[in-house]
């Protein structure tokens, strides 16, 4: 199942805040639109029931396409989509923060655990690869799940002994990437969580590297900024982003098929 752009509509669009409407950048596409701005309990912490009803409008969106999923505050859609995969695949996720403390409302899944569940429940995930990672955050994952990952903060994104790591996992499995815009710094975008020092060539280079190594299947993005008046010159810069890297992916897919 390897993710090929070119096929009729990969690109999703999910809608939870209505900024996407304020954006241009997909409008030359043909879409999947998930209007989610009905469903209570999404913003940062997900219900039982709005998991249900988010899953049952993406259920025909394809895992293997790219998949906008609006702030960061809605990243744990992305373990809905890891969810379709029915093989063994590695993780990779461009985050400044680690995505794996446990909730602090019993088990209700967050944008701040979802890789932890994901880890825990999904019987498919082998491995997950952090990069961007704040050096704070990485104090924060729980040991027992240290084995299974590997992670770059800022600071270390040259280790080669890390990266030949990473390599043969991208050999040995296909690999479902995540983006969180925060990651970036905040002289290229501004979100709405804590930035990393990422700057886009950087992340145009990872992001080549693996679509020429690894068998990708899936990706999604996220870490769109608050949709707000005051916050115009943002979502604009968010748009332009936003097509930047759709058109950068399509464009390293179809020349990696």
Same mark, same amino acid.
């Given at each position: ?20 409407? /304020? ?5 030359? =596409? ?20 709005? &998991? ?11 895992? +293997? ?17 890891? =969810? &379709? ?13 680690s995505d794996m403390l446990k ?64 390599? /043969? ?40 590297? /693996? ?19 005051? &916050? ?5 810069? +968010? ?12 464009? =390293? ?5």
């Amino acid at each position: 199942m390897v993710l090929k752009i070119k096929d009729d509509k990969k690109l999703t669009v999910m809608d939870f805040t209505g900024i996407y409407r /304020m954006q241009k950048f997909y409008r030359h =596409e043909n879409i999947n639109w998930i209007d989610c701005r009905d469903i209570e309990g999404t913003h940062g912490y997900c219900s039982d029931e709005a &998991k249900e009803k988010i899953k049952k409008r993406i259920c025909t969106c394809p895992v +293997n396409g790219i998949h906008f999923i609006d702030s960061g505050n809605f990243h744990y859609v992305s373990e809905f989509y890891l =969810e &379709k995969l029915t093989e063994e695949f590695v993780l990779v996720v461009f985050d400044h923060h680690s995505d794996m403390l446990k909730p602090l409302f019993g088990d209700i899944l967050s944008c701040g655990s979802w890789i932890l569940n994901a880890m825990e429940h999904n019987k498919y995930l082998k491995k997950v690869i952090l990069i961007g990672i704040a050096k704070e955050q990485v104090a924060l994952i729980d040991e027992k799940y240290q084995k299974d990952i590997i992670y770059f903060t800022d600071e270390d994104l040259g280790d080669l002994n890390k990266w030949d790591k990473a390599a /043969m996992l991208l050999e040995n499995y296909p690999l479902y990437i995540s983006i969180d815009k925060d990651v970036l710094s905040q002289d290229v975008v501004i979100t709405n969580w804590q930035q990393g020092q990422m700057y886009l060539l950087e992340l145009k280079l990872f992001l080549a590297e /693996m679509i020429k190594q690894g068998q990708v299947i899936g990706i999604d993005i996220c870490g769109e900024c608050s949709n707000e008046v005051a &916050k115009l010159s943002e979502i604009k810069s +968010n748009d332009l982003l936003n097509y930047k890297i759709l058109e950068f992916l399509k464009r =390293e897919l179809t020349n990696n098929v």
